[in-house]
């Protein structure tokens, strides 16, 4: 079964719970000063705000990765999750490049150096327990589950309420199609989610 996440925005209070228990998940610092940062290499997701609506910002785990490596730095998961192992990558950085969407971060203030980026509680998904994101998750806004299932339940959320959400799912096909899905009242492109057309323009690298 190949997990993915739903993210409704509109269920969404920023209450930031996803970014606390991500970074209890992954042994990173969090506090009232980070809380207010923006995305960063020891903040792996982050709730954005523009008006009142909100985003989370966070690795799409897409399902034929571009930052994925020959050396397996960067490797899809058949369960979902898009994994950096540390002892495969050779440092070229090359992925950071190719991300589509910008969610790979260097790590400088670690000794050795390392990719940052979400994982997707790769750990728990391969047992099939949702991420740390959905299970804190109050309002329900992140959801965990199969793939299909999440976009079906995504597409029908939008049928009935129409008037509720842009006629979208993003990362149904952007990218060749991602393991996070995202629901939303407002374009994501305004909360810097690249349109199709900027996905399209971008460089291929191989």
Request: proline residues 6%; aromatic residues 8%.
């Amino acid at each position: 079964m190949s997990y993915a996440l739903l993210y409704d925005a509109t269920l969404c209070t920023g209450c930031k719970q996803c970014e606390r228990v991500c970074a209890q998940k992954n042994n990173l610092p969090y506090d009232d000063e980070i809380a207010s940062e923006p995305q960063s290499e020891h903040k792996y997701t982050a709730v954005e705000e523009i008006n009142g609506k909100f985003m989370r910002k966070l690795c799409l785990q897409c399902l034929r990765p571009p930052c994925q490596c020959v050396r397996g730095g960067n490797r899809k998961l058949p369960e979902g999750p898009v994994i950096y192992d540390f002892n495969r990558c050779d440092g070229h950085g090359a992925c950071l490049q190719r991300c589509s969407f910008r969610q790979i971060s260097y790590g400088w203030r670690t000794a050795p150096a390392r990719m940052k980026k979400c994982e997707m509680c790769s750990d728990w998904v391969k047992e099939g327990f949702p991420t740390a994101c959905a299970s804190i998750c109050p309002t329900g806004a992140t959801k965990f589950g199969d793939r299909d299932a999440l976009l079906a339940e995504a597409k029908e959320r939008i049928r009935k309420n129409p008037d509720k959400y842009i006629n979208h799912i993003y990362g149904e096909t952007e990218a060749g199609g991602t393991s996070v899905l995202l629901l939303s009242s407002i374009p994501f492109e305004k909360f810097g989610w690249p349109t199709a057309e900027k996905l399209a323009d971008q460089p291929q690298i191989r």
